[in-house]
């Protein structure tokens, strides 16, 4: 098979380009995960999406291919996912932060992720001197649990396509997709962000187009934890209806709490250590969402 067809209606340009059905779009994704295209037409898919923009429709079409080929993490109980795939660059990491403090309130939680870029300090790295390794093969999670989960464990496909932007530069789907796909099997509730306000929108529209059970924010540097220099909007979905559960305020805060200076994983890990022993105090705004999260996992 081939998917030129899809590359000829998708690669018109940004006002020629036509989209895609929500089948058309799982058949396009699920033959570039199972392996049956050329590198070239997936790079013509890439840049044509780039250049296009996906619709919540085509996204909704993309997670359908990726959740029949993903090798699914059992939980006994409800699991709360955390996609981490920006790293720090700025800030540190405190996505593992966020897990822990679930985990100790009973919740099963599962971070996921890959470095997609080789300068940032990443979640796996943190979460290892955390006592927290990465999975090597899928498993059941108890309650209060936290896992780590290597993307390619996940999807060796999906994996490889994150990788295409290392050779062409840009991003493609697979680096929002990942942020809204749920490797779960059972009752699970994805933690998704977002780096720009445009695609809040499209992101919340395709949680509705799924169904989907999500926690939606703009995060720290774009991973799934709450900035803790402000207090973002969240927006909660429960079967893909969307309620508003903090209005969030523009701005920086008026009072910021001391971050470490270095953000490398071993500060970050010992300032996380020190969060949860209560020598160092917890950023109010993550306070806030390990709240609301809780209160949306009592609803699944």
């Given at each position: 098979?081939?998917?030129?067809?899809?590359?000829?209606?998708?690669?018109?340009?940004?006002?020629?380009?036509?989209?895609?059905?929500?089948?058309?779009?799982?058949?396009?994704?699920?033959?570039?995960?199972?392996?049956?295209?050329?590198?070239?037409?997936?790079?013509?898919?890439?840049?044509?999406?780039?250049?296009?923009?996906?619709?919540?429709?085509?996204?909704?079409?993309?997670?359908?291919?990726?959740?029949?080929?993903?090798?699914?993490?059992?939980?006994?109980?409800?699991?709360?996912?955390?996609?981490?795939?920006?790293?720090?660059?700025?800030?540190?990491?405190?996505?593992?932060?966020?897990?822990?403090?679930?985990?100790?309130?009973?919740?099963?939680?599962?971070?996921?992720?890959?470095?997609?870029?080789?300068?940032?300090?990443?979640?796996?790295?943190?979460?290892?001197?955390?006592?927290?390794?990465?999975?090597?093969?899928?498993?059941?999670?108890?309650?209060g649990e936290v896992a780590f989960a290597p993307?390619?464990?996940?999807?060796?496909?999906?994996?490889?396509?994150?990788?295409?932007?290392?050779?062409?530069?840009?991003?493609?789907?697979?680096?929002?997709?990942?942020?809204?796909?749920?490797?779960?099997?059972?009752?699970?509730?994805?933690?998704?962000?977002?780096?720009?306000?445009?695609?809040?929108?499209?992101?919340?529209?395709?949680?509705?187009?799924?169904?989907?059970?999500?926690?939606?924010?703009?995060?720290?540097?774009?991973?799934?934890?709450?900035?803790?220099?402000?207090?973002?909007?969240?927006?909660?979905?429960?079967?893909?209806?969307?309620?508003?559960?903090?209005?969030?305020?523009?701005?920086?805060?008026?009072?910021?709490?001391?971050?470490?200076?270095?953000?490398?994983?071993?500060?970050?890990?010992?300032?996380?250590?020190?969060?949860?022993?209560?020598?160092?105090?917890?950023?109010?705004?993550?306070?806030?969402?390990?709240?609301?999260?809780?209160?949306?996992?009592?609803?699944?």
């Open positions: 098979m081939s998917i030129s067809h899809y590359i000829k209606e998708i690669g018109r340009g940004k006002d020629g380009a036509r989209h895609l059905s929500r089948e058309q779009a799982a058949d396009l994704l699920g033959q570039i995960l199972d392996g049956t295209t050329g590198d070239l037409e997936i790079g013509a898919f890439c840049l044509a999406m780039r250049i296009k923009g996906e619709t919540p429709q085509e996204m909704a079409g993309f997670l359908d291919a990726i959740h029949q080929r993903l090798n699914l993490v059992h939980a006994s109980g409800p699991t709360v996912v955390l996609p981490s795939y920006n790293g720090a660059r700025k800030l540190p990491v405190l996505t593992p932060l966020l897990a822990l403090l679930l985990a100790r309130e009973g919740v099963s939680v599962l971070v996921h992720g890959t470095p997609t870029e080789s300068s940032r300090v990443v979640s796996s790295d943190v979460l290892a001197l955390l006592g927290v390794p990465a999975l090597t093969a899928v498993k059941t999670l108890a309650p993307t390619e464990l996940l999807s060796p496909a999906l994996k490889r396509l994150l990788d295409v932007r290392r050779v062409v530069g840009l991003r493609n789907p697979a680096h929002s997709l990942v942020k809204l796909m749920n490797p779960v099997a059972g009752k699970a509730l994805v933690i998704s962000s977002y780096t720009h306000p445009e695609y809040a929108i499209s992101m919340a529209a395709t949680f509705g187009q799924i169904q989907g059970n999500a926690m939606l924010l703009r995060g720290t540097e774009g991973e799934s934890v709450a900035d803790p220099r402000r207090s973002p909007q969240l927006q909660g979905f429960i079967n893909g209806q969307c309620v508003l559960q903090h209005e969030g305020v523009k701005g920086t805060l008026p009072s910021v709490p001391d971050l470490p200076k270095d953000i490398d994983a071993a500060s970050t890990a010992t300032f996380i250590q020190s969060v949860l022993a209560g020598a160092s105090p917890l950023p109010p705004s993550i306070a806030q969402q390990v709240e609301h999260i809780l209160r949306l996992v009592k609803q699944l």
